[in-house]
C-alpha cells in the first residue's frame, strides 16, 4: 500500500541530511514500534518523517506530556492517543479490538508506539505492542531512527508468531544494530516479565 506524503516534510528532512526509507505497508492496519527511542530530537525526526511518506499514523504517549495545556493540545492533533502505563493490560484488549473492527470494515487503522517507554536505558522493552500484534493478528513494523547513516526505516515488517523469545530475536536481528542519538540510553531488546 502507497501513500501521498509532503514534499514540504521531504525537504526539511533532506534539509537536515535525513532520509525515510519506505517502500509501502503491507497491510491497512497494523502496529508500530520505534526504536531506538534516545532523544527528544527522535520526535521531531519521526514527525517529518510521518508527513513526508504521508501515514495517518496515531501514536501512544505518556499521559502526563497531555495534560499540558498547550503541548497536549498539539500532541493530540499530531495523532497522539495517553496511555496510562500504571494500568498493566489496559490498552492491549481495546486496541486489538479497534484493529479487527479495522480488519473488517476495511478502515485504514496503524498505531506506534516506542516499546522502550521513554528516552533513557531501560532493562526490557514494555510488551502491549506484542499482545496487540498478536491478538490482532497485524504485521508489526519496525520503524528506527538510525542517527549514524540518518536515514528513518520504515521498511521492515514482521508477522508475530506468539513465540515472544523467537519473535523478539527476529526483532533484535532487525533492529539491534541501529544508532540513537545517545546510542548508551538504547535499551536492550527483550520484554519485560511481571
Known sequence: ???QGSATA???????????AFAGLPARQGVVIVYPHTSNWDFVVGVLAKWSV???????????????????????????????????????????RRLLDAAA???FLWRALSPEGTRRRTAAWRSGFYHVAVKANVPLALVYFDYRDKVVG????????????????????????????RPERAGPIRLETR
Open 54 to 96: 504521508g501515514i495517518p499514523v496515531a501514536f501512544w504517549g505518556k499521559d502526563r506530556l497531555f495534560r499540558l495545556p498547550v503541548f497536549g493540545w498539539w500532541l493530540r492533533r499530531l495523532g497522539g492517543i495517553p496511555v496510562d502505563r500504571g494500568v498493566a493490560r489496559g490498552i492491549v484488549e481495546p486496541m486489538a
Open 10 to 20: 521531504r525537504a526539511l528532512l533532506r534539509l537536515f541530511g535525513w532520509r525515510v
Open 105 to 107: 470494515a476495511d478502515r
Open 1 to 3: 500500500m502507497q501513500l
Open 154 to 181: 520504515v521498511d521492515r515488517f514482521l508477522r508475530l508468531s506468539g513465540d515472544a523469545a523467537a519473535d523478539m530475536a527476529a526483532i533484535a536481528r532487525e533492529l539491534g544494530h541501529r544508532r540513537g542519538l
